[in-house]
């Protein structure tokens, strides 16, 4: 017999009992509610949210108010750093609202089915606090200082792009070089303009980065 009245509630509240994940569930208005904590550096914490509202298994897991009444002054800056993460983050979406509140959210499938949604609830709360232990600095940064929000390039795309404008330039100077000397052979074979497609290895980043 179920113990709660949505079945994606107790297929979650039963991975996270043998996980050894401390949670409560709450129901009212219709909507049943799986909530547990997860500790963040510094020694905060927030409140993870999964809701339901049905037996269809798409449950919206929320964690509000990561960050609390952000000040006026301060809320396009937490707003920026909400699109910075936003744009490196797969998974989460965060946002701030009229409150000044910071906002995260992911959602399962409509209809998702049983058979290991309540793994995929746990990853979910592990990915989560991972992320958010290495995140959440940004916010400290963008209320606390004046300093460019910029972030750790972790999946070497910027540093790929710099090695690509490098050796075009190296590519455009060589060509001009070619052209510009009389004794340079007219078929355009040249071994000073092979490139090394060794040196644009991009190095492998981590699941959670948005490609």
Do not use: W
Not at 87 to 102: A, E, H, P, Q, T
Not at 152 to 157: C, L, P, S, V, Y
Not at 181 to 197: A, Q, R, T, Y
Request: charged share 35%; glycine share 6%; aromatic share 8%.
């Amino acid at each position: 017999m179920n113990k709660y009245e949505f079945n994606a509630t107790n297929l979650i509240a039963e991975t996270l009992e043998k996980r050894g994940v401390k949670f409560e569930v709450n129901n009212h208005h219709g909507m049943e509610e799986l909530q547990t904590f997860l500790p963040i550096d510094r020694g905060s914490y927030a409140i993870m949210h999964f809701i339901s509202h049905d037996n269809d298994n798409d449950v919206a897991v929320r964690i509000i108010g990561l960050v609390s009444d952000a000040p006026t002054e301060k809320r396009l800056r937490v707003m920026e750093a909400c699109n910075v993460l936003n744009n490196k983050i797969r998974y989460l979406k965060f946002s701030l609202d009229d409150d000044g509140d910071v906002n995260v959210e992911y959602d399962f499938l409509v209809h998702s089915p049983n058979e290991g949604i309540g793994e995929m609830a746990f990853e979910i709360f592990l990915r989560t606090m991972h992320i958010l232990n290495s995140e959440y600095g940004i916010f400290m940064k963008a209320i606390y200082s004046d300093e460019e929000l910029d972030i750790q390039d972790d999946d070497g795309t910027t540093r790929l792009m710099q090695r690509l404008e490098e050796f075009r330039k190296k590519m455009e100077a060589r060509m001009t070089e070619a052209s510009a000397s009389d004794d340079e052979e007219s078929d355009g074979e040249s071994d000073d303009v092979e490139l090394d497609l060794e040196d644009l290895e991009l190095v492998g980043s981590s699941d959670d980065i948005a490609c």
